[in-house]
């Protein structure tokens, strides 16, 4: 299916690893010329040296910190008009909330409520100027099922959940969707981190642990960033004006719930 987007420009943060890197690589696989965000240079660049062999799309790259002011503004300079947002940024750790501060909640809000919320104002006015624009916000699953010891992500993405609920209402008469994609167990460098540190408490090898809780899952493994990113770049697609303000989640069949 050609998805009718091949020229566009897009914006997608948290780029150089996991699911950011999937949905740049699908995007541009469509002909969309892609500017990526990481804070680290050298994994930011050799990402965008295989995107560029692999598709000949122009590619940019911004090492900042997009949960910042200064690392907004650095971005919206190499990409000021973007017809595409993929918004993404790495969740606060785990804990009990009776250990964390405002400061924690601050700096949670930050980088997975507000710093969505303040690219979608730099932008989404263009869009709807141009006709055109896609929103893909990249929360969790956590939002459907909240995980208790993830509580500043369940609260941070909940709000950006809220939020985009009823801005999507006003976008979409001008071909402008909002729409949120909800990854539950894929295969990233923070899954494996995680897996050591399960496997770590359970005393067993993190090959181990890897297998006992991919074979939980009802698809009988974890995803993968590539099928992550395919799904971003249809919910981009010219196909997709039809549908804003949506969650879509990807968990392998994870979440036991009917809605």
Not at 83 to 98: E, M, Q, S, T, Y
Not at 219 to 237: L, N, P, Q, V
Request: proline fraction near 5%; charged fraction near 20%.
């Amino acid at each position: 299916m050609d998805l009718g987007i091949a020229g566009k420009k897009a914006l997608v943060c948290a780029a150089s690893k996991g699911l950011g890197r999937g949905c740049a690589f699908s995007l541009a696989r469509e002909g969309v010329d892609v500017t990526i965000l990481a804070r680290t240079p050298g994994p930011l660049e050799a990402t965008a040296e295989e995107i560029r062999k692999e598709t000949g799309v122009t590619v940019n790259t911004v090492a900042c910190d997009i949960s910042t002011e200064e690392g907004r503004n650095m971005a919206l300079a190499a990409c000021p008009e973007p017809d595409i947002l993929v918004n993404n940024a790495g969740g606060p750790p785990p804990g009990d909330f009776r250990d964390w501060d405002r400061d924690d909640w601050i700096k949670a809000l930050d980088a997975n409520m507000l710093t969505p919320i303040f690219l979608i104002k730099a932008t989404v006015d263009g869009m709807i100027e141009r006709k055109f624009g896609r929103v893909v916000n990249i929360t969790s699953a956590a939002v459907k099922a909240p995980i208790e010891i993830l509580g500043l992500s369940n609260g941070a993405r909940a709000g950006l959940t809220g939020f985009i609920a009823g801005l999507s209402r006003k976008t979409v008469r001008h071909n402008v969707t909002i729409n949120n994609l909800l990854p539950g167990p894929f295969d990233t460098d923070r899954l494996h981190s995680n897996m050591k540190v399960k496997a770590d408490q359970a005393g067993i090898s993190v090959e181990e642990m890897f297998a006992k809780r991919a074979a939980e899952n009802p698809a009988g493994r974890f995803g993968t960033a590539h099928e992550f990113g395919e799904m971003c770049a249809f919910i981009c697609s010219d196909q997709a004006g039809f549908m804003t303000g949506q969650n879509f989640l990807m968990d392998g069949g994870s979440y036991p719930g009917t809605l």
